[in-house]
């Protein structure tokens, strides 16, 4: 059984970074794309970053382009996200999860495991 746990959340001042961490318990890590998807109040949840199973290809949500990136550690079976010029509207829960395909995968239900979330509140 594979299991996500997010970190790194926290409370950061508009224009700040975060970085955060998924650990991911299984063996199987290195074979799978990963993502990162985030849910605000009131919304669906909706897609952040993908990353293929080896690093070697990424994307991102037009709205965190150019300020977030995502990589792996398969060595380490760990996958973070790092985050620049936070904006309040970045303010959600983000979720970790892993794909059952190698490729990058932007929709949710390409995804068979999830973590539980960390929150992420950036104030104006």
């Known amino acids: 059984q594979v299991q996500l746990v997010e970190s790194g959340g926290g409370l950061v001042q508009g224009g700040g970074s975060l970085t955060l961490s998924c650990a991911h318990s299984?063996?199987?890590?290195?074979?799978?794309?990963m993502g990162w998807f985030r849910q605000a109040p009131g919304k669906e949840r909706e897609f952040v970053a993908t990353?293929?199973?080896?690093?070697?290809?990424?994307y991102y949500a037009d709205s965190v382009k150019g300020r977030f990136t995502i990589s792996r550690d398969n060595a380490k079976n760990m996958v973070y996200l790092q985050m620049n010029s936070l904006k309040p509207e970045d303010t959600a829960v983000y979720y970790c999860?892993?794909?059952?395909?190698?490729?990058?995968?932007?929709?949710?239900?390409?995804?068979?495991?999830w973590g539980q979330g960390t929150q992420v509140t950036v104030s104006s």
């Open positions: 299984g063996r199987t890590f290195s074979r799978y794309a």
């Open positions: 990353i293929n199973w080896s690093g070697g290809s990424t």
């Open positions: 999860a892993q794909s059952r395909y190698t490729a990058t995968m932007t929709r949710g239900d390409r995804y068979d495991y």
